[in-house]
């Protein structure tokens, strides 16, 4: 069974720093791209990064740009999403998600159960 | 950036009616579309890709159609289960600048 579970999500202040992590299991983890996807409170789904099943390649939404950045850990089966300067409308869950690739699409076919991150001072 | 409007906002159906979806794109997207339905508390579910390519275990009430701007999910008789929100996204951009739609909500007439 695929299994996605985010974590490291948490109450900080704008300007600070959080890393989430997202543990996969139930699939080979190297051979798949995958996603950060966030939904602010009441809000609609934004897309937020990907990565490559390499670790390339690598892109941001331009609200995120040059403040996060992806990784991943295919020997630890982990996928992160360091988040720096972060800012009050970065609040939101935020769901790691597989590429759908397989299928010849840049859907997703699977996603965690999302972590929370509120950015407020 | 490609614009996704999603019509109705919100749908009050009973169980057993037909209801229909639109998703419409600012800019031709092709096939490029995927559909969601996500259950209050609950993860985005993975309906369809390819606009109208059912993903694993969706049941075959539902259908995905359209190409270019304009795109429609029907859930043929609406069961309490279908009660959720309903995302689009595109994923046409590449290098990707996906985008989702804002979300319908089927909610209980």
């Known amino acids: 069974e695929v299994q996605l579970v985010e974590s490291g999500g948490g109450l900080v202040q704008p300007g600070e720093s959080l890393r989430l992590s997202c543990a996969a299991s139930?699939?080979?983890?190297?051979?798949?791209?995958m996603n950060w996807v966030r939904q602010a409170p009441g809000k609609g789904l934004e897309w937020v990064s990907y990565i490559g099943s390499g670790s390339s390649p690598i892109y941001y939404a331009e609200s995120v740009k040059g403040r996060f950045t992806i990784s991943r850990d295919n020997a630890r089966n982990s996928l992160f999403l360091q988040m720096n300067s972060l800012r009050a409308e970065d609040t939101a869950l935020y769901y790691c998600a597989r590429d759908n690739y397989a299928s010849g699409s840049y859907s997703m076919d699977y996603w965690g159960q999302g972590i929370l991150v509120i950015v407020s001072s | 950036e490609i614009v996704l409007t999603q019509s109705p906002a919100t749908l009050s159906v009973s169980p057993g009616e037909r209801v229909t979806l639109s998703c419409r794109a600012s800019?031709?997207?092709?096939?490029?579309l995927a559909w969601y339905q996500q259950k209050l508390g609950q993860a985005p579910r993975l309906l369809f890709y390819?606009?109208?390519t059912r993903a694993t275990g969706v049941p075959a009430r539902f259908s995905g159609s359209g190409s270019g701007t304009q795109f429609s999910l029907t859930i043929s008789s609406l069961q309490s289960e279908d009660f959720a929100i309903y995302h689009c996204?595109?994923?046409?951009?590449?290098?990707?600048?996906?985008?989702f739609g804002q979300g319908t909500k089927v909610e209980i007439k």
């Open positions: 390819a606009a109208s």
């Open positions: 996204q595109q994923y046409n951009d590449w290098p990707p600048k996906w985008t």
């Open positions: 139930g699939f080979t983890f190297s051979t798949y791209n």
């Open positions: 800019q031709s997207i092709s096939r490029n």
